[in-house]
């Protein structure tokens, strides 16, 4: 039989044909059990149902036997408990379980005797079926090795190729390669050259690929013939076996594999930007996507920690932590960098990457970013904030106590102190306020009065503070501007400066109407103080209360009063003055300023 297979070596397309479908090596072969003393044996087995075959193998040679099932096809609605294939290490069936094969089996099965013996079993169930089964075995010496046979890879990439390659490989061989690369990647298997003897079921000579590190499962695939098969594994571990009969050997293959890295995963991070914080939250699973320990993390100044729970929490006044403040055209810009400090395990890491969180007070708005650099490529998310103002009034030019009650009664002709305040953490800005406006109507529509224009007073009873770190403040007297209206609204424009700058917006005081450039300024938070009434018709009000159950301000008294002109002053009896604050954000203009290190102290 050997002489056979040999002689359909030479032409080659023919001896390929011809192995797919040779039937005389098998003929004659009993169907169901057998003993074999042969060295070496390839079986055909066909069986049907209830079977329940025995073959045994024996030799009185003190070698080892490999038993090979390179093919096979039970019932496919058979389970492991009634169709299998039974291995015994030994003479019988009473011999230690060497393993089974069944219809699940997701290997090309190959087992190993102890000693010179081995038994299988194969028994089908009842249903009417053809199984077919192909198995080889063959005795062997353990202790003759073939060289460039199987080993461990373990580089990012690598080839390997069939012993004696490019010469026909050797017959007999059962080569293991199991290739392991770095977690996260996985392997890509590409053959440059791939020669082995064909046929159907790649029972002869076969390549097997496996998904990990054992040959029990995760059968990625088998190939033969002339091809160029790929492979790739789910993760960063395959096994690959080479399996060679008796006769007809070719060339084999060289093949290369390359661990594939997952493209980089989406940064999963998050900022959020108060005028009080900066809190940076990073996943846990994204930073271990990136290799990083969260212990090794630092923001600029490595003294600030984060908090960790299933994510990692850096949460810091926004003039804290080594945060940077640039002072650009549009905005002032708060950035912090979440860096993998010097004492992590850089070794083991591939990416540097640095996070850069990025909170940009724009006009009325706090607008949020967060860069991720990542071997250069820098990836971003914004969302939008705002800085947190507000306004009232105080009963003195000390400022010291707000006034609370509301309504807010005044005197005729009283002077009201108003201050506006910002709630920031950032100890370096000024407040200007750039305009206050007031008006009848809370849309500030057809009717409007300026207290206050581009800084410069247009009341003479107006009076300005100088910008005084997170407040702007002026006062002014109510019946310059009170008419018979039962409401009055005023509306002011803020701007927010960099108090570190000497020639900021904040810093000018009153300037001229062609210099400006605020016109674009659009306000956002409406800080609501008052109503403010008279005091003399707070007794008016509650006595009309009282009779009609209706509110003073509806009253037909004050339904006859009109607007003759702004400067008209008319004190009526229920005044309410809402107060909008207008938020807006200075943006100082020298293009070539640069990071300024804001003082941690504050
Ligand atoms: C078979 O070989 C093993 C080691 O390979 C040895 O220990 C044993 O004595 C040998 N048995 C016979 C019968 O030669
Ligand atoms: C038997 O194996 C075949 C082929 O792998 C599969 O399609 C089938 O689902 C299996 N049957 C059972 C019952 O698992
Ligand atoms: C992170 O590093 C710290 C200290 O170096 C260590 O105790 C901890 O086990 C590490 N955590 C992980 C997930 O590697
Ligand atoms: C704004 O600041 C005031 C005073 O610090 C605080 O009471 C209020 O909750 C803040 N509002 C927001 C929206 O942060
Ligand atoms: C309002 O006060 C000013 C001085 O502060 C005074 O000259 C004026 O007469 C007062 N007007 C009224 C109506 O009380
Ligand atoms: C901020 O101003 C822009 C226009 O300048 C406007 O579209 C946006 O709605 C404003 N945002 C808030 C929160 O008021
Ligand atoms: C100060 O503010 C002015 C006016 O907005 C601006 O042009 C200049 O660049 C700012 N200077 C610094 C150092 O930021």
């Excluded at 708005?365 to 105080?394: C, D, H, K, P, W």
């Excluded at 103080?529 to 003399?536: A, E, F, S, T, Y």
Aim: glycine share 4%.
């Amino acid at each position: 039989m050997k002489a056979l297979r040999q002689i359909l070596l030479l032409p080659l397309l023919a001896a390929l044909v011809f192995a797919e479908d040779n039937p005389i090596e098998f003929m004659g072969e009993p169907q169901c059990g057998a003993s074999l003393s042969d060295p070496n044996k390839a079986l055909k087995i066909n069986l049907n149902s209830n079977a329940n075959c025995l073959w045994h193998i024996q030799r009185s040679e003190n070698q080892t036997i490999r038993l090979i099932f390179s093919y096979f096809k039970f019932n496919p609605s058979s389970s492991c408990e009634t169709e299998s294939i039974k291995v015994y290490d030994g003479p019988s069936s009473n011999s230690p379980l060497l393993g089974q094969v069944c219809n699940n089996t997701d290997a090309v099965p190959v087992f190993q005797s102890s000693s010179n013996s081995l038994t299988f079993l194969i028994t089908t169930n009842s249903v009417a079926f053809t199984r077919n089964f192909f198995v080889s075995y063959y005795y062997f010496s353990p202790e003759t090795t073939i060289e460039n046979c199987g080993g461990s890879l373990t580089g990012p990439s690598g080839t390997f190729t069939s012993p004696n390659y490019p010469a026909a490989y050797p017959e007999f061989t059962y080569c293991v390669w199991h290739i392991q690369t770095t977690k996260n990647s996985k392997i890509s298997l590409e053959f440059q050259d791939f020669f082995l003897e064909l046929d159907q079921n790649c029972q002869f000579d076969f390549l097997a690929v496996y998904d990990g590190l054992t040959t029990d499962t995760g059968l990625i695939g088998k190939a033969c013939g002339v091809s160029r098969p790929t492979f790739e594994s789910s993760s960063n571990a395959m096994t690959v076996v080479l399996s060679t009969d008796y006769a007809n050997s070719y060339r084999g293959f060289s093949a290369r594999y390359t661990s594939v890295l997952p493209s980089p995963p989406e940064p999963d991070t998050s900022l959020t930007c108060s005028s009080d914080r900066m809190t940076i939250v990073l996943s846990k699973a994204y930073l271990d996507s990136l290799g990083y320990n969260e212990t090794h993390l630092q923001l600029n100044d490595p003294s600030c920690r984060p908090v960790t729970t299933d994510q990692v929490i850096f949460s810091f006044p926004l003039s804290s932590c080594g945060t940077t403040k640039k002072d650009e055209d549009l905005s002032i810009t708060y950035t912090n960098v979440v860096t993998i400090s010097e004492s992590g395990n850089v070794i083991t890491r591939k990416k540097i990457v640095q996070i850069i969180a990025k909170c940009i007070m724009e006009k009325n708005s706090t607008l949020e970013v967060i860069y991720v650099t990542e071997n250069n490529i820098i990836q971003n998310t914004a969302s939008v904030g705002r800085y947190n103002v507000s306004m009232s009034f105080y009963d003195s030019d000390s400022f010291s106590s707000p006034v609370l009650e509301s309504p807010y009664y005044v005197d005729l002709n009283q002077t009201l102190f108003a201050q506006v305040s910002l709630h920031s953490t950032d100890p370096n800005l000024l407040v200007f306020i750039d305009t206050c406006t007031a008006s009848p109507q809370s849309d500030f529509g057809s009717i409007t009065y300026d207290l206050i224009r581009s800084g410069c007073k247009k009341d003479d009873t107006v009076v300005t503070y100088q910008p005084l770190e997170h407040y702007g403040r002026f006062r002014f007297n109510a019946f310059r501007f009170l008419r018979r209206a039962p409401s009055v609204y005023l509306q002011c424009d803020v701007l927010i400066c960099d108090s570190n700058n000497e020639s900021s917006r904040c810093t000018k005081g009153c300037v001229s109407r062609q210099k400006r450039e605020t016109s674009s300024y659009t306000w956002k938070t409406k800080a609501v103080v008052g109503p403010i009434r008279l005091k003399r018709d707070r007794r008016a009000a509650d006595h009309l209360e009282s009779l009609t159950g209706t509110d003073a301000e509806e009253t037909p008294n004050l339904q006859r009063y009109s607007f003759s002109t702004l400067s008209v002053v008319v004190l009526i009896s229920n005044i309410i003055i809402v107060v909008a604050v207008v938020v807006k954000y200075h943006m100082n203009c020298l293009s070539g300023s640069g990071y300024q290190k804001i003082p941690s102290s504050y």
